[in-house]
């Protein structure tokens, strides 16, 4: 197998999983699969259109997503829900508290 077919199989393989994800989250947000299915289209096409051409690398954004859960128990905290906050994120008691501390700091 040439290393051009490779990469042609690739980058199908990488649009229709992007075509794919976002038709399932579509879903979970109500649309049917008829326009989930419109949309996750003009995504990939979208896509394409912006980015085709471009070799690039995805970043696992970890700080992102840490971002985001620090800030969703921040939010959620009604001051003695610790415990429930940490089985919900799958963290322990100990660090539902250095969280909230770091928060109340700033």
């Known amino acids: 197998m040439s290393y051009s077919y490779r990469m042609t199989v690739r980058r199908h393989d990488?649009?229709?999983?992007v075509a794919d994800r976002t038709m399932v989250i579509l879903?979970?947000?109500?649309?049917?699969d008829g326009k989930a299915q419109e949309a996750a289209?003009?995504?990939?096409?979208?896509l394409v259109e912006n980015w085709g051409g471009?070799?690039?690398t995805v970043p696992k954004d970890m700080k992102y997503r840490n971002a985001k859960r620090r800030q969703a128990i921040?939010?959620?905290f009604?001051?003695?829900?610790?415990?429930?906050?940490?089985?919900?994120?799958?963290?322990?008691?100990?660090?539902?508290?250095?969280?909230l501390k770091r928060a109340q700091a700033k």
């Open 41 to 46: 289209d003009c995504v990939v096409d979208d």
């Open 74 to 76: 921040v939010d959620a």
């Open 14 to 17: 990488l649009l229709v999983d």
């Open 54 to 56: 471009q070799c690039i």
């Open 78 to 99: 009604d001051g003695g829900n610790h415990s429930e906050l940490a089985t919900q994120h799958g963290l322990s008691v100990n660090a539902v508290y250095k969280i």
């Open 27 to 32: 879903k979970r947000y109500g649309l049917d």
